[in-house]
């Protein structure tokens, strides 16, 4: 279970909505259900983003889907996260803050910055995905990387070299891109440049002064991530994202997970819960949520997969104590 890693929708979003557009896709016909992106800070584990990365090439029969897509990529799409990663006074800040930052948006993924001489090696690194796909998570984040330097220094600028793992038929794509030499191959996804970046005279950048604000809602996304060595929170977020799929069962969960239905209940059994205790858990929380943000009560239910509003309730009623009616005038109606 300590392999098990998220990547949040907001990271891989437009990518999906970009594809399913351009190439007039059939609803849920990427690998994974199109419900997952309407809300961008929903933990997707990274297995299932390994299936959509193998899905977007075959449908689109395109191997340069990745960077067709991203183009147009804007660091400060965010939201409250891109404030506070792209308010800092200069680069090597925030540099450092896209580093800590991609902790929020993926788990099991690293970015660090190393100087040799003068230049810099902007570096990524995801054991997690598979060797095939890599090719497609590194232009990804070499193209955000990117992006990143120009949002600071202008549009014009060029990285001194990218690394990229895989390799690419249509290497001069890459390299009208970035601007610069492409190396393939590698086993990380590096972004090189010239140190003098970093000094305040290079900056054509206007700092944004707004103070940061951020609501309770806000704060729960972000604070969501799985550690690795949490089992309750790994198997809550899984069954979480289940949902997507319909109401939660056994079958489903244990294979987001990689184990056996057997496997998983016993160990859900020496963590004293049951699957039932688990899911019911999870649908409430969700429903609490969905009830915040004015969703009726009955598009809830259908949403969560049930077939019965009194299901519904019944379930609401003894994880909350009251129902959903209830709970709403109790604690959302003036």
Partial sequence: MQKIRFIRALGVRDTHLYTKRRYQLEPNSLGVPDSIFEQP????????????LNALEQHT?????????????????FGSLSRWMMSSV????????????????????????????????WTYHNPFIEPHCKVHDGVRLAVFLTKVLREYVGDSFS???????????????????????VEWNHTNTEVW???DLRLTTRLTKTQDQRRLSLNFADLDDLFNMPEPEDEIKTIYEIVNYSCHYGLPTVERA?????????????????????????SAYVLSNAAVALMAK???IEEIARRL?????????????????????QFLQRFYVP
């Fill in 41 to 52: 800070m929903t933990l997707i584990p990274l297995s299932e983003i390994n299936v959509w």
């Fill in 61 to 77: 029969n395109n191997p340069d889907i990745i960077l067709d897509s991203t183009q147009s990529i804007n660091p400060n799409q």
């Fill in 90 to 121: 200069d680069l090597a800040s925030t540099i450092r803050r896209v580093n800590y930052g991609l902790n929020v948006l993926q788990s099991g993924a690293f970015l660090s910055g190393s100087q040799s001489g003068n230049i810099i090696k």
């Fill in 159 to 181: 990285p001194m070299r990218i690394m990229l793992p895989g390799i690419r038929q249509n290497r001069e794509k890459y390299t009208q891109f970035f601007g610069c030499d």
């Fill in 193 to 195: 440049f010239h140190s």
């Fill in 254 to 278: 244990s294979s987001l997970l990689g184990m056996s239905n057997q496997q998983f209940q016993r160990r859900l059994h020496s963590l004293g819960m049951s699957f039932t205790q688990v």
């Fill in 294 to 296: 004015a969703v009726p």
């Fill in 305 to 325: 997969g049930y077939h019965s509003l009194a299901s519904f309730n019944r379930m609401f009623k003894k994880q909350r104590g009251v129902t959903p009616q």
